[in-house]
């Protein structure tokens, strides 16, 4: 009886651990899945040498490579959105992490956001100065507190608690983004942003965003990308968006969100719905988004010169771009 008993508590057991390994929801797996991912838009001149495309176009490559290896072996799409984000974060080409622009003082604020569309679960921080990968403390915020957004020195005391080291404000220093603060400083603002949308296996969608803002911005300014539904959405009935540009006019639109409500309350496709936003809803050069649909369809739709894009399928498709 004492032995049959034990048989009966260990099968609950394993079937308890088994259920809390899979994803709480979303489709059986079905081994498709899609990843895209932006690098920035804005103002990106043509006649930059070949050599600097190739470098550009092989950062790309390398970072849909990183989250399509974790899909590719039935990770989930939350992973893939923060991995691929925390490469960004490492290379001074991009706008996030090493190589985030210089405010109007000369230091850097960082923002992140993350959403997972199965419970519509999300985190972020802004103004955050000390914080290497921004993007993995949107997720502990998402994760390990009570709240959404933290910023500037809360965010970074939480960070400590969550045992994350923090970094001298130089960590992010490159001659390159100096020059641009030196040059917006005389002329014209400069912004960009890199993210993440992804659908893995299960047919649960991720949205990650990460960026050192405008270069020259005010200190303490905040744009879209760490607000969800203005820079980042993702709910598995519709799709996942990442949005890249200037962020008030992402924020005055609610973009990334109302990608999704067109879908849900006009019956809009993926592709009209991320149309209809970047093409009638902005105006010329403010941007661009990429978006994944439940079923793994894509949109990459932008109304600048260019954005660095890329995308990758379980069909086999893998394609990295800069202009139209």
Not at 56 to 69: C, D, K, P
Not at 270 to 289: N, P, S, T
Not at 309 to 314: I, K, Q, Y
């Amino acid at each position: 009886m004492r032995i049959r008993l034990l048989v009966v508590l260990l099968s609950l057991f394993l079937a308890a651990a088994t259920a809390s390994a899979r994803p709480p929801s979303g489709n059986s797996r079905d081994t498709s899945y899609t990843i895209v991912i932006h690098g920035g838009a804005g103002t990106i001149d043509r006649s930059i040498p070949d050599s600097l495309k190739r470098v550009y176009l092989a950062a790309l490559s390398h970072a849909l490579q990183v989250g399509r290896e974790i899909l590719a072996k039935g990770g989930t799409s939350l992973d893939a959105v923060e991995q691929v984000l925390r490469y960004f974060e490492t290379d001074p080409k991009f706008n996030a992490g090493i190589g985030a622009v210089y405010t109007a003082d000369t230091s850097h604020e960082l923002d992140a956001s993350i959403m997972d569309g199965r419970d519509l679960s999300c985190g972020a921080v802004a103004a955050v100065r000390h914080v290497a990968h921004p993007i993995s403390l949107a997720r502990l915020v998402m994760e390990r507190s009570p709240h959404i957004l933290l910023v500037a020195g809360g965010a970074e005391e939480f960070a400590r608690r969550m045992g994350i080291a923090l970094v001298p404000s130089t960590y992010f220093d490159t001659p390159e983004r100096y020059r641009q603060l030196i040059s917006a400083q005389q002329r014209a603002r400069e912004h960009g942003t890199v993210g993440c949308v992804a659908r893995d296996m299960y047919g649960n969608l991720a949205a990650g965003t990460s960026t050192g803002g405008m270069t020259n911005k005010m200190p303490g300014r905040v744009g879209d990308s760490p607000l969800i539904g203005d820079g980042t959405y993702a709910n598995n009935a519709t799709c996942a968006v990442s949005c890249t540009g200037w962020g008030e006019k992402f924020i005055r639109n609610t973009v990334a969100f109302n990608v999704s409500a067109l879908m849900a309350y006009r019956g809009m496709t993926l592709g009209q719905a991320a149309d209809e936003m970047i093409y009638h809803r902005l105006a010329k050069d403010d941007g661009g988004l990429i978006a994944v649909d439940s079923r793994g369809n894509y949109a990459m739709p932008f109304n600048s010169t260019g954005m660095f894009r890329g995308v990758a399928t379980s069909g086999g498709k893998c394609e990295v771009e800069i202009w139209k």
